[in-house]
Nanobody
Framework: QLQAFGGGLVQPGDSLRLSCSASGRIAGFAGMGWFRQAPEKEREWVSCLSTSDGSTITADSVKDRFAISRDNAENMVHLQMNSLQSSDTAVYYC??????????????????WGQGTQVTVSS
């Protein structure tokens, strides 16, 4: 039900926008967000939003550079990533839950996942 795309190979300092396409209306999900997993590291939560009011939360480690947004008309959620660093290299996953809101993504696993899109930041 979720498809993530937009990853690629970029240089440090570049920007990239990831997109997550939902098969139905994103309003059908209580929360939608992004996680990432770097090589040999645990998966970590990056950012999420609650579809009911559009409120967002972003991890402290990236909040000055990343921003999540939604496009209700296109049933998509985006992650704008600026000033990318090598430490941002990871597979990025879109996730959603029909019942649990954004704040729960920090500690629980959403029910729905996209296939992941690779982001590589390298000079």
């Amino acid at each position: 039900q979720l498809q993530a795309f937009g990853g690629g190979l970029v240089q440090p300092g570049d920007s990239l926008r990831l997109s997550c396409s939902a098969s139905g209306r994103i309003a059908g999900f209580a929360g939608m967000g992004w996680f990432r997993q770097a090589p040999e590291k645990e998966r970590e939560w990056v950012s999420c939003l609650s579809t009911s009011d559009g409120s967002t939360i972003t991890a402290d480690s990236v909040k000055d550079r990343f921003a999540i947004s939604r496009d209700n008309a296109e049933n998509m959620v985006h992650l704008q990533m600026n000033s990318l660093q090598s430490s941002d290299t990871a597979v990025y996953y879109c996730a959603a839950d029909r019942v649990r809101h954004c704040i729960t993504f920090l500690t629980t696993t959403p029910d729905y996942w996209g296939q992941g899109t690779q982001v590589t930041v390298s000079s």
